[in-house]
């Protein structure tokens, strides 16, 4: 039997982008009996029944109903997506008469110098044309091989770049593809790698990840590395969690969204309607009104969890003076008084008391006041479906970095505090 660290490596190995990442919820959720519903279609939702839906193949919302009269909702939110390179449409680039590159745009806000002198792969989604049902549809691709690179220029050839660079993504984040031996094979392999002609391809998303392979390591084993582990640590606990809750008075609600990393104004981000037509159709479902569905609203409750700064063993004076998280201490509950995180007096406590029942250490993580943080989700989707939210996360080092750092013990805690949540 695996552990919770080498289970979480196992996903994240499956979940080389947004839509893996959902299409590995599904597959694990299916086998625990969970019903898939579609948004373009009636949904028969029964008292004691499990359930999930799907928006854009990238964000996901599985629940589960009690037997009895449900006395609200508890939901813990997180994200699929993590800062990469995305390929744009026509994606060769001729070079010099002897090189084809790809041509990518940032995805997010990604360190981009860990991106340089590593093996890459592109994996997503492309989009044919269905014959026999007269739609589209959708088709995972994944490359699955070191595939391209993107090359550093020699010291020698710019002797201040380790002095401070600016990147331009136009100019130094191409990744060199093959040869020009290679022109006009790149859709090529990814119709072949999809399992469809080149011609049947009708749109993609596809992106660049990096192939380096999770670990864990340490003087005792202690931290584990990754790519994504923003966000996939959190969705993968949440998951687990939501498997583990005994959820018997409360709507358990585990929600993916998309498109964190760029602000989560999609039709499938937390600032979407996502949310809020799921709660809005099963409650018409179970024919409680509109005024019950403000009744279970106020007595709900929302985990925001997406993972927060531990102190830099480097940079120990980026983190606030006595607000220190650190990665194998504890679940991280993030404040912020500009409320770029929406926990407060109220949800914080609910939250502690929730990990107390589980025997989880908490931590707090408030930004250094002169330094600017970043924002999640729990704040974007309250002005959807406002309830009491928590903002919390799990310590980590190199933020969107391609390859990131955390504690090994972590995962469990969150694994632990979300079951006690959906109990």
Known sequence: MNTIPEQLLAF????????HAVAAMKEELAANGFKELKENEKWQVTRGGRYFVTRNE???IAFTIPE?????????????????????ENPEMEAEGHYIKLNVEKYGGMLCA??????????????????????MRSVLVNLDRDLVMIPSLAIHMNREVNDGYKYNAQKDMLPLYGDIQAKGTFMKQVAEAAGVKEEEILGHDLFLYNRQKGCIWGAEGEFISSSRLDDLQCAFASLKGLLAGEK?????????FDNEETGSETKQGAASTFLYDTLVRVHDCLDYSREDYLIHLADSFMVSADNGHAVHPNYGDKA???????????????????QRYCTDGVSAAMFRDICRQAGVPVQTFVNRSDIAGGSTLGNISNTKVALNTADIGLAQLAMHSPYETAGVKDTEYLVKAAAALFA
């Open 12 to 19: 994240i190995e499956k979940s080389p982008d947004c839509f």
């Open 58 to 60: 990238s964000a996901l």
């Open 68 to 88: 009895q009269d449900m006395r609200g909702m508890r939901i813990l939110a997180t994200h699929s997506d993590s800062p990469s390179f995305k390929i744009k």
């Open 114 to 135: 860990p991106w340089f002198d590593r093996p890459l792969s592109v994996a997503g989604r492309v989009v044919v044309k269905d014959e026999e049902k007269g739609g």
């Open 248 to 256: 018997k008075e409360y709507m358990a609600m585990h929600c993916v």
């Open 320 to 338: 606030d003076p006595v607000n220190r998280p650190y990665m194998n201490g504890g679940i991280v509950l993030k404040f912020n008084a500009a």
